[in-house]
């Protein structure tokens, strides 16, 4: 039995807010400019808004290093400013979630600072480990962010475990006074108004047993003795029989290396502790993992990622759909093309929102915003670019390393929003945190927002579309072609309704291809990219949608 949630109507857009829009001319993306932009998201049809941190952090990662979990970072507006976009956003009938990071903190938050000195309750909050007879550090595991997992602290004289940056030590989630410190931010937050969390590699917060070596796999060697840990089903059970069952929200968790038989275990709707997953299988059509270890973009092993998630779930568990995030460098310079890039945006839009589940667009994504590509490797801000960069690839040229950022940073896809042609994209009347991209002249919201042709009003449409059609809420998911390197079809049907979704992913013209059964004749064309469609040719990244009822 399918449980009736709101998220499952609602189309959601991610806000890194840095580098969403300035408000008070600082050169730092806020919240008093995302109030000025709350009509923007909803007349793109999203009704919910994920929110990257915004608490007060240092900023060793942009805001995931957080320092004071029960307040809103000053440079953002504060509280003033975030009760503002709360109500703001729900006057408009739309949804807020914010993001909980509790797999660690920030080492300048007070319980990291307490911890280091021993003094109680807190001596056990972080995961210490004294150093070894034989001089090694505690174990081999690697950081995902900054060389080992293991740095030494002079004020405590032992080591503390951090799987991200050295200023973001590991909170140790099997003390059960640290849960209830988790359970009191959320209770915080909902008790607020807020609707829901995006929880930050949560899957990472149960360790295994007596921490033990790990060998197989060298850049996330100890991965597999983290993540899915011995008590992580048992610590989100009790979050949410002791929290989230309480309230009407939703919980959306981010989970490296999962694959749909393990996510089931989280996500069943009967038997589950969270609502919804983030998955990286959907990432990996042109890497293996990670966005460090490219490979040539697949548009088969795209396709399978997609429907090995929209099979296995069906029926079982609800999918969380996404192209793009602020981790990620930009989808249309991964898998679309530069030169297309209307039309390959359309036809990745169009491959992802009428699956089943709820979508997520990330900032930017609906204008097209392509990769950022700096002159020069210290433009970088990202700590974790910053850290491959000083020690990957020394004996290549200096271009060929950079070329490697330009494909793999996150920095390719966290500049400004570009809402027009004036300077600095109209991102700040001040001087902006961040590099601007290059392309903004071409590439902003002002220039296609009066643009029917346009990505952004692509975008629109295909979401009212979604929204119109119970095929698309409830109807089963079918692949069509699935060893087609250029085109993706699938098609979702239900008792009366029917759509068959065509998605070219080629530069070059190609055939179009009809699923057996799909009577042409008495099909409806709802969705086009290109303002005419052109019979049985698709143009390069052409895309339809078509619909029987
Ligand atoms: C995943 C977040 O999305 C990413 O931005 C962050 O750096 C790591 N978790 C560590 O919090």
Not at 348 to 356: E, T
Request: hydrophobic residues 35%; glycine residues 6%.
């Amino acid at each position: 039995m399918e449980r009736k949630r709101w998220y499952k109507d609602m189309v959601f857009y991610q806000i890194w807010p840095r580098s969403f829009k300035d408000g008070n001319g600082d050169g730092m993306g806020d919240l008093w400019g995302v109030l000025e932009k709350l009509d923007y998201i909803k007349s793109l049809g999203c009704d919910g808004i994920w929110f990257s941190p915004i608490y007060p952090s240092p900023g060793a990662d942009c805001g995931y290093d957080i320092a004071d979990y029960m307040d809103i970072a000053e440079e953002f507006g504060g509280m003033e400013a975030f009760k503002k976009v709360l109500d703001g956003v729900h006057e408009r009938g739309m949804k807020l979630i914010m993001d909980l990071v509790v797999n660690h903190t920030s080492d300048e938050h007070e319980w990291f600072e307490k911890s280091r000195r021993r003094i109680e309750p807190y001596t056990d909050y972080y995961i210490w480990r004294p150093a070894r007879a034989d001089g090694k550090l505690p174990n081999n595991w690697d950081s995902n962010f900054e060389g080992s997992a293991w740095t030494w602290d002079d004020v405590r004289g032992e080591y503390y475990l951090h799987l991200f940056a050295v200023k973001q030590p590991d909170l140790n989630m099997d003390n059960p006074l640290v849960r209830e410190e988790v359970k009191k931010i959320l209770r915080f937050w909902l008790d607020m108004g807020v609707d829901g969390f995006r929880e930050d590699v949560i899957t990472y917060i149960s360790k295994a047993e007596g921490l033990p070596d790990d060998h197989l796999f060298p850049i996330y060697k100890g991965m597999p003795k983290y993540n899915h840990g011995p008590h992580i089903h048992e610590y989100l059970a009790e979050f949410k029989r002791d929290v989230f069952d309480h309230y009407d929200c939703f919980t959306l968790a981010e989970a490296p290396l999962v694959w749909p038989k393990q996510a089931l275990k989280y996500i069943d709707e009967e038997k589950g502790q969270i609502d919804m997953m983030i998955q990286f299988q959907c990432q990996c059509a042109d890497c293996l993992f990670t966005d460090y270890m490219p490979t040539k973009f697949s548009l088969v092993r795209m396709k399978k990622a997609f429907s090995d998630w929209q099979y296995k779930l069906e029926g079982r568990a609800w999918n969380m759909l996404y192209m793009e995030n602020h981790d990620h460098p930009r989808i249309i310079s991964r898998y679309g093309s530069e030169k297309y890039r209307t039309e390959s945006g359309k036809a990745i839009a169009a491959a992802y929102l009428f699956q089943k589940g709820t979508p997520f667009l990330y900032q930017g994504q609906e204008i097209g915003m392509t990769n950022w590509r700096p002159a020069d490797a210290d433009m970088y801000e990202d700590v974790q670019t910053r850290y491959y960069y000083a020690h990957s690839n020394l004996n290549k040229s200096h271009k060929e390393r950079l070329e490697k950022l330009w494909r793999s940073s996150r920095d390719s896809a966290r500049t400004p929003v570009q809402w027009d042609g004036s300077e600095n994209a109209g991102f700040t009347t001040g001087k902006p945190w961040f590099y601007v991209n290059e392309n903004y002249k071409e590439v902003n919201v002002a220039a296609q927002e009066n643009d029917p042709a346009s990505l952004l009003n692509f975008y629109r449409k295909a979401i009212a579309l979604r929204k119109s059609l119970p095929v698309v809420r409830h109807g089963s998911y079918k692949e069509h072609f699935p060893l087609d390197n250029k085109l993706y079809v699938y098609s979702r049907e239900m008792e009366g309704q029917k759509i068959l979704v065509v998605c070219s992913f080629s530069y070059k013209c190609v055939d179009m291809k009809i699923p057996k059964g799909f009577d042409m004749d008495k099909a409806k064309l709802i969705l086009q990219s290109y303002p005419m469609a052109a019979g049985k040719t698709l143009r390069p990244y052409e895309t339809r949608v078509y619909l029987w009822e």
